[in-house]
């Protein structure tokens, strides 16, 4: 039993996979939103439920609550997981944007996507007309090993439905509300159909996924080169090491990685062609991990051999990943200014307005921690103008809070009042009640500095 501490949304998130593993979506749902009540910024709670909304059929939602984590933690896989598998979903369901003809009416006013993706999950659901005649139609022959797959513990469901239909007099019967038995185990199976239709739709993207990375990677870019089992050993390897760190499980995935690391090393370069860059990618993966641990030295030295590796091998983005990754770690040791020094040599390699919005806020919020005022606005103010090109109303919120509180250590209290106010409607814009009342007594606790400089001044 899980016992539960006012407030512990850890543990509201692990009792929310619990019932999601057990196929109780509606409660699994309720703990996850629970786990939101008090910090909308909490990154577990905002995977587990769009986990939870993907799992109930809530594509649109669910790619929400995706993009709202990944805006708050880019640099977790995760999240850039789920929406790739939402995108695919909701195209899989009512198809791709250039199949779909819109119609010029008087009376078209407005139709929401919601609707639409509702309607499209209804036509899933096969259902079967009172004057259905009971025989199926001859359908293509599956696989079993495959349907069995899809299906996991309702593909016995099916295969027992399937045996009631040889039944011919229990078909022709009906139950006390004068339903056909028939219809009944129609619809059941046609629902079973349905489920591994769409399930082995979705099921591609995780291989997808997974090939895509590897070879932007540039993993497998020799692979005729190297035996095919050390390419399947690799592949697999990374895999688990990702799924591992994804499903929190941080201590097996850096066993896992530190394994594989040692492999490799003992491996030649003709073996392994891009060897140096594998390794590189394994001590990211381990970094990750420790840091997922709290074991922040070791994470820091992981990943400074992570970027050691990169400059040797001469690859742009693994530099940038690297450089991301030990500024993060020196700023969770509490070591600002190398944290500052790290993230500004990734400025220039930042691709994204996005990118450089988190960059300029991490590093403004550094300079706020070392009380260098002037340098943290003007890095906020750089962090509200990259928001702002990308239409990122949170980070917009984030960059405009740290404006604020620099102006306050600055004394400028009128100009923090105003940059408080605008926080103020960002907050209520996204409806971050969090956010809301902290900025509140932020105004309050302002105000009064303010009423107290003029009556100073006044006395003078």
Not at 96 to 122: G, H, M, W, Y
Not at 281 to 291: D, R, V
Not at 334 to 340: S, T, Y
Not at 393 to 410: G, R, S, Y
Request: hydrophobic share 35%; charged share 30%; net charge neutral.
């Amino acid at each position: 039993a899980l016992r539960l501490r006012a407030g512990d949304k850890h543990c509201l998130v692990a009792r929310s996979k619990c019932y999601l593993k057990l196929g109780d979506t509606e409660n699994s749902l309720k703990d996850a939103e629970a786990s939101l009540q008090n910090d909308k910024t909490f990154s577990k709670g905002l995977y587990q439920k769009a986990e939870t909304l993907y799992t109930m059929g809530d594509f649109e939602f669910a790619l929400v609550f995706y993009h709202r984590g990944y805006r708050l933690r880019p640099d977790l896989q995760k999240f850039r997981l789920g929406i790739e598998k939402c995108q695919e979903a909701i195209v899989n369901c009512i198809g791709s944007p250039s199949t779909i003809k819109l119609e010029n009416r008087e009376d078209l006013c407005f139709i929401s996507r919601q609707a639409e993706v509702q309607k499209a999950n209804q036509q899933l659901h096969v259902k079967v007309t009172k004057d259905q005649k009971w025989t199926r139609k001859r359908e293509p022959v599956r696989n079993p090993k495959i349907e069995r797959l899809l299906l996991g513990e309702l593909y016995a469901d099916k295969a027992y439905l399937e045996k009631l239909l040889k039944d011919e007099d229990l078909m022709e019967s009906s139950t006390k509300q004068g339903i056909k038995v028939a219809d009944l185990v129609l619809s059941g199976i046609s629902y079973l159909d349905t489920r591994s239709e769409f399930w082995q739709q979705q099921k591609p993207i995780y291989a997808r996924v997974r090939e895509r990375k590897l070879r932007q990677q540039r993993w497998i870019r020799d692979k005729k080169e190297k035996p095919a089992e050390i390419g399947k050993y690799i592949e697999k390897s990374m895999e688990d090491i990702d799924m591992l760190l994804t499903c929190d499980c941080p201590e097996e995935s850096c066993k896992k990685a530190e394994n594989v690391l040692k492999t490799i090393q003992e491996w030649s370069d003709g073996e392994v062609p891009n060897k140096n860059e594998l390794i590189g990618n394994l001590h990211s993966c381990i970094g990750n991990a420790q840091l997922e641990m709290g074991q922040l030295e070791a994470a820091l030295q992981s990943h400074k051999m992570e970027l050691e590796c990169a400059r040797q091998s001469d690859l742009p983005d693994a530099i940038s990943r690297a450089l991301d990754n030990v500024g993060r770690v020196y700023a969770r040791i509490g070591k600002f200014q190398h944290a500052i020094d790290t993230w500004e040599e990734k400025i220039p390699m930042a691709k994204s307005s996005l990118e450089k919005t988190w960059l300029f806020h991490e590093i403004g919020r550094c300079y706020l921690e070392l009380n260098k005022a002037e340098a943290a606005q003007s890095y906020g103010e750089r962090s509200l103008q990259s928001a702002a090109e990308e239409g990122d109303v949170e980070w917009q919120l984030q960059a405009t809070v740290l404006v604020a509180q620099a102006q306050v250590k600055l004394k400028d209290y009128r100009s923090a009042i105003e940059n408080f106010e605008k926080a103020l409607e960002k907050a209520k814009l996204i409806h971050n009640e969090a956010a809301q009342e902290a900025i509140v007594m932020s105004l309050g606790d302002v105000t009064k500095s303010f009423i107290a400089e003029l009556k100073g001044r006044r006395e003078e």
